[in-house]
Structures are given as C-alpha cells and as structure tokens.
C-alpha cells in the first residue's frame, strides 16, 4: 500500500502548532521565530514533505499549468511538436498537461471540460479528422482562457494559430516531380475542412497548372491519410487505364502504403513511379527507397505556439485580433523521386 504523503497538517499535529503557523514557518514568514522555522523544516524533511505547487498556485489565483490537445501521440510529428511545447513552457515557469483526442471530435469535447476544469491558464489545440464545428471551443473562449490553434485548424475560423504554409508544401512537392520529368502526378488527400489537407492540395495544383497541365480527378485520392488509405489508392491508380507516374502524398504514412503495394507490383521506384510524402517522420529514411518528403519543423510549430499563447497570457487583451505564425516548409530530397541529379 502507498505511503501517505505527508500535509502541512500532519506537520502541524506533530510539532503541536498550527497549520498556518507551519505554513508560514516554511515560507519564511518575519512573524516566526528561527527555532520554530528550523523545528518545521527538520520535521517536514524527515517525513518527506512536498508542498503541493498546483494548491498554492490555485490559492495565489494560478495554476502555472498550459493545456495541450493533439490528435495522437504516436509518430514523429505530434511528439516532437509536444516536445518544442514543453521545453518553451518549462523555461517560463510552466507545466503542460497533454490530452489526445484519438481523432475524435467527443474525445476533443471532453480534454477541453478536463483542461478547463484542472484551471489551465491557456490552452493549445490541434484538431481532431472529425472536428467539423466551433462550439466547444467558443466555451474556452468565453471563460476568457487564451486558446492557441497549431498545424490542424477548421477552414474559416479565424483564430490564434501557427501553422505551416501547407500550399507552399504542396507546390514545392509537386514542382519538384515536374523538375525530375514527371507529367502524370496523381495526389493523396485528407479531409477537405481541415485546412491542412485543403492547402495542400491548393499547392498541388498550382504547380501543375503553372506547368500547363489539366488537374484530373481521377489522380486526386481521397482518404484518412493512413498507410492503408495510401496501399488502397495506390491500387486504384494502378488499375487506371493510364496509371501515374508520380505520386505527391499528403502523409508520409500513405506514402509508405503505396511504396508497400509499389514494391509487391514489381514496380520501381523512382524510375516507374515517383514519390513524396509530407511530414517528414523518422520512418522516411528507413524505407527502400529512402522517401522525398516535406519537414513541417515540428519542434519549431510546438515553440512558437506556446511562445503565442504566453504573450497572450501576458497581454491579456480578449477582444484582439486574432494573431497568425506561419512557417515555411522545407523539402528533403531522397532517392523516392530522384530521375535526375543526386539527394541532397
């Protein structure tokens, strides 16, 4: 059984004082004698007392606590965007309680009511793939709790958000299959309310367009942006009756189910069919071919985003406009979608 953890009371019932009396003994309060300090922090060390900072914080009208909720925590992206959140939060004095969504809109509903009622002091979200309305998020709003969007918002809602310029993405993917001789490029996709996947595809087309060639829906995939999502429309491309000769994926993880369906085809890579991905996840550089993708710098987006919600905090100004951090991709050329040239 669990010891139980040692309270000011316990000290104070040992030592035949008060609790308030022990209270200010341990923070050094004037009013205090020398003996009686020494007599508290003697006896709260030997019965390995912690102070209880959430308590005290809350008693002071703070809880020195931020709110994070992410769709999933698996893979490389979210973690390493958790990762940027704490490491920023942690050098300004704060702690970071984390929920995941699971991709679930009523998972989401519910790490909003847990964060608000743990009296977080801001609040960051990315989106949940379900997520299709506003209104649970109007009600953190409300209670004047600062709210921080990053990488996943609903297209039209106009809030605090740093993000990644997922066109800029799209375009550079794409232009870089044109550049290595690819004309049929065909494009994996996700939900279209999620500005995201939206964007990027936005991106997509511009490249093509800029090069003068038609945008054809049957080359655009429509899907959850997972690896089987990507093995199924890699299948339904092949059994076209002019398949691709690219493929731009929204996600790594399509990306790595079509190289899956690729490879069990006897079909090569790059040199039947080219291919990038987005995200750049750690699993990029193990694949066979290695895979071109777009990297998102995550741990930046989890930084910044946090160093957004602490001017808020800081400023306190509930009717501002609503501020925007937009980062650039970067592209990371591998041997996926090389027909010329060498990766750099």
Request: hydrophobic fraction near 40%; glycine fraction near 8%.
């Amino acid at each position: 059984m669990a010891k139980k953890r040692a309270s000011i009371t316990d000290l104070a019932r040992e030592l035949h004082i008060s609790a308030s009396t022990v209270s200010r003994a341990l923070n050094g309060h004037p009013a205090i004698s020398e003996a009686t300090v020494k007599r508290v922090k003697a006896l709260a060390k030997e019965l390995g007392y912690q102070p209880n900072s959430l308590a005290s914080g809350l008693r002071r009208g703070r809880s020195n606590m931020l709110g994070v909720v992410v769709p999933h925590i698996d893979g490389h992206f979210f973690s390493q965007v958790v990762k940027g959140i704490e490491a920023a939060a942690s050098k300004a004095g704060y702690q970071v309680l984390i929920c995941q969504s699971n991709e679930d809109v009523e998972h989401e509903r519910a790490n909003l009511e847990t964060l608000m009622n743990a009296q977080v002091e801001g609040i960051m979200v990315s989106i949940s793939r379900t997520t299709r309305e506003t209104r649970h998020f109007e009600k953190v709003r409300k209670r004047d709790i600062p709210l921080v969007f990053f990488d996943r918002i609903l297209e039209g809602y106009d809030v605090n958000a740093v993000v990644l310029d997922d066109r800029a993405g799209g375009y550079r993917a794409t232009r870089h299959l044109l550049e290595q001789g690819y004309r049929r490029i065909a494009h994996f996709s996700g939900p279209q309310h999620l500005n995201i996947y939206k964007h990027r595809r936005q991106g997509y087309e511009e490249a093509l367009r800029e090069y003068n060639l038609p945008v054809r829906e049957e080359l655009i995939i429509m899907g959850d942006m997972k690896m089987e999502d990507g093995s199924a429309g890699m299948q339904q491309l092949l059994a076209l009756p002019e398949p691709p000769d690219a493929v731009f994926s929204g996600s790594d993880f399509s990306a790595a189910g079509a190289l899956e369906v690729l490879e069990a085809r006897g079909l090569r890579v790059p040199q039947d069919i080219g291919l990038v991905g987005f995200s750049n996840e750690l699993f990029s550089r193990l694949t066979a071919p290695q895979l071109t993708s777009i990297d998102q710098h995550c741990e930046l987006m989890g930084r910044s985003a946090t160093r957004l919600l602490l001017q808020l905090l800081d400023e306190r100004e509930p009717h501002a406009a609503p501020r925007h951090v937009v980062l650039q991709p970067d592209l990371f050329v591998r041997a996926s979608s090389l027909r010329t040239g060498l990766a750099g």
